[in-house]
């Protein structure tokens, strides 16, 4: 399972046409809604076979080249990763270091948080997990 372009060992993978990192492409719709520059799909649609297993982080890479292309700048990223397992606090540090290179972005201006749903719902069943993410971007 790819989370924040780590491996993060488990038993379960996630389904997506790239790699299918949940949490980069909520930065990544993040960066784009900012930006009033649509979504990911829009940019990367999942019918295009360029696209099929893709490093996501190679995308970020491609939403930030755009961004600063449209005449912004990237403040900082902020995303919550709901997860009741696997436990990814281990890998948060590496996360941060990983699309902060990706954004060309110091790390302290990622901030990536992890939490469970208490059992709830379909994070909470273990059937799949989501993230959510907001970008704050400055006007060049």
Do not use: C
């Not at 993978?13 to 520059?37: F, I, K, Q, T, W």
């Not at 893709?54 to 403040?75: K, M």
């Not at 540090?93 to 939490?115: C, F, Q, V, Y």
Request: charged share 20%; proline share 4%; glycine share 12%.
């Amino acid at each position: 399972m790819v989370v924040g372009g780590v491996d993060v060992p488990h038993h379960l993978g996630l389904a997506g046409h790239s790699d299918g990192d949940v949490l980069v492409h909520a930065m990544m719709d993040a960066l784009l809604g900012a930006g009033s520059l649509g979504d990911k799909g829009i940019h990367f649609p999942s019918g295009n076979p360029q696209y099929k297993d893709i490093s996501s982080l190679l995308l970020l890479t491609e939403v930030g080249g755009l961004v600063a292309r449209s005449g912004w700048r990237i403040s900082n990223v902020d995303a919550t990763i709901l997860a009741q397992k696997p436990r990814l606090g281990p890998f948060i540090d590496t996360m941060r270091e990983k699309t902060s290179e990706a954004l060309s972005l110091p790390a302290e201006r990622i901030g990536i948080k992890a939490t469970t749903t208490d059992f709830m719902g379909f994070v909470g069943r273990e059937e799949g997990i989501a993230a959510l993410a907001v970008a704050t971007l400055i006007s060049e």
